[in-house]
Each structure stands twice: as C-alpha cells, then as structure tokens.
C-alpha cells in the first residue's frame, strides 16, 4: 500500500477560477478527512465521510466548497470561484475506524491563487 | 469545543541536546492526545499518542510525551536530539465520545537542530 495520495500536488489559479483536487485514500479505510493549512499554522478540519455519507461539515467549508466521495473511495475537494484568501495547503487523511485509529495524511496539494 | 496552544512557535537547539516542546489543551470533554511530525515537503506523520493506561508515552525515535490531566499539558521530549529531528511538531487532540473522531491541533512548533 502506497498510502494516501493526493493530485494535483500544486496547483496555481487564477482567482474567480474554479478548482477540483483528488485524494485517493488508504484502500478499505472507511474514513476521509479533509484539512486546510495556511501558512504559520496548523491544519484545520473541513469535513469528513464514512464511506459516501458526508458526516460532518466545519464552518470553514462555505458555500463555495464542495466535496464528494461517491463510491467510499476516492474523494474530491472543489473550490468555486476561488478567492486569494484560499490560498493554502489541503490535507487529506483516512482512517480504518473511529476513535482508535490512526489518521494517515497525504502529502497536501498546495493552492495558490493569483 | 477544543483548542491547542503550542507555546513555542520556534525552537533553535544544538545537535546532542535535550528539546522540550510544549503543548496546553483546553476542552470540556475528555480527549485523546498526539504529536505529529511534518518533514519539508512531506505530510503529517504520526508521532506518538495518547489513549489511555500510562501517561508517559513514547515513540520508537526516542521522543516521549506525558499526560499531566489537571496541567492540561501534553508535553513533547527527547533527552538528545539530532540533525535529522529539525521538522515541524504539531501536538493535536480529538474527543473520546464524538465518532467524528477530528483532530483539533495547534499551530505547530519549529524544531531546528544545529550541528
């Protein structure tokens, strides 16, 4: 198992451009997150699925954001009408289960919009 | 709701030195405990954490952190550092009871070790 991967690993856009990143999970971990980390910080929840279902949602993720996990696999972040202010690292991790078990991350894709 | 405070934005120390990062939690409800790793140009890693039994925990690379309850702290050791230690140390906590199970960290630590 190579891990949890994400792609693009950086991506830079104009802003008022729309934007999808892809994160490919652990395979049979059950749960997704999604994180956002701006520079000088630490990583910050989005949301999160078990399986398809989106579960939780933070207040960080408006309605500009979207993510989807259609078939409990992989899972996608999009970005409409990106804003210079989301700028940042997006982290995706996965999980076996719940609470005893360890959130693997992703390497991040980095964001920048001009 | 839960919050992180990590005391030291940056920690400068001399290869074969002692480090201490510090880590203050704040919740109303009990919590699990971790330390991260995050390499340049690498992801979040793991470091060691805390579930439950003794509070001293430690990680195969020689760091160690303690579960002080009623300090709310979850300070970050090793007797010795190396070169090969200089990352970014983020100290995390996630609820026990809520089974959405996301982590609340802090704003990490810089740890540069220097020969």
């Known amino acids: 198992d190579t891990g949890v991967s994400q792609d693009p690993r950086h991506k830079i856009t104009k802003r008022g451009q729309n934007v999808t990143f892809r994160c490919d999970p652990i395979s049979e971990h059950n749960r997704l997150y999604w994180y956002r980390q701006t520079l000088g910080q630490g990583p910050e929840f989005l949301t999160y699925f078990q399986n398809e279902a989106q579960l939780e949602k933070s207040r960080l993720l408006s309605d500009r954001f979207s993510a989807e996990r259609p078939k409990g696999s992989f899972s996608t972040l999009e970005i409409q009408r990106t804003e210079q202010g989301d700028s940042a690292m997006y982290l995706c991790?996965?999980?076996?289960?719940?609470?005893?078990?360890?959130?693997?991350f992703g390497p991040g894709t980095r964001l920048t919009v001009t | 709701a839960q919050s992180v405070t990590q005391l030291d934005s940056q920690v400068p120390v001399f290869e074969e030195a002692p480090v201490e990062l510090r880590c203050n939690y704040s919740?109303?409800?009990?919590?699990?405990l971790f330390w991260y790793v995050q390499y340049p140009n690498q992801g979040l890693q793991l470091l060691l954490k805390?579930?439950?039994?003794?509070?001293l925990v430690e990680s195969i690379n020689g760091f160690e952190a303690e579960f002080n309850k009623s300090q709310t702290s979850f300070h970050l050791r090793k007797p010795s550092v190396h070169i090969s230690d200089t990352a970014e140390y983020f100290c995390?906590?996630?609820?026990?009871?809520?089974?959405?199970?996301?982590?609340?960290f802090g704003e990490g630590t810089q740890l540069t070790v220097n020969p």
């Open positions: 995390a906590v996630r609820p026990r009871e809520t089974s959405g199970s996301r982590l609340t």
């Open positions: 805390y579930l439950s039994g003794s509070t």
């Open positions: 991790a996965s999980s076996f289960g719940g609470h005893f078990y360890e959130q693997y």
């Open positions: 919740s109303s409800v009990s919590v699990y």
